[in-house]
Nanobody, 122 residues
């Protein structure tokens, strides 16, 4: 069992930056791939970024590539999402998720956090 708690969301102006954190409970955190997803109002939850359990592989949605960076610290049971050059289209609730497979597929993730709101004002 893995419990996930996101933090770091908030209101930021277009062009600004935010860093999201996701703290995980449980001793098996380092064995899970981690992903970030987001859901804008009225839209489906979509993939943002993923990182393998060892941190040696990452994957990004085209819409955030070059602006967002996912990383993890297995000693701290935490995964991060550094978001730069934010724009209004990045406004959404951001969720972290844990799964056995390194993937962009939402259904393959077993555990989810409650989400943190990111609002970008233009």
């Amino acid at each position: 069992q893995v419990q996930l708690v996101e933090s770091g969301g908030g209101l930021v102006q277009a062009g600004g930056s935010l860093r999201l954190s996701c703290a995980a409970s449980g001793r098996t955190f380092s064995s899970y791939a981690m992903g970030w997803f987001r859901q804008a109002s009225g839209k489906e939850r979509e993939f943002v970024a993923a990182i393998a359990w060892s941190g040696d592989r990452t994957n990004y949605a085209d819409s955030v590539k070059g602006r967002f960076t996912i990383s993890r610290d297995n000693a701290k049971n935490t995964v991060y999402l550094q978001m730069n050059s934010l724009n209004a289209e990045d406004t959404a609730v951001y969720y972290c998720a844990a799964g056995r497979l390194f993937s962009w597929i939402r259904e393959l993730y077993e555990y989810w956090g409650q989400g943190t709101q990111v609002t970008v004002s233009s």
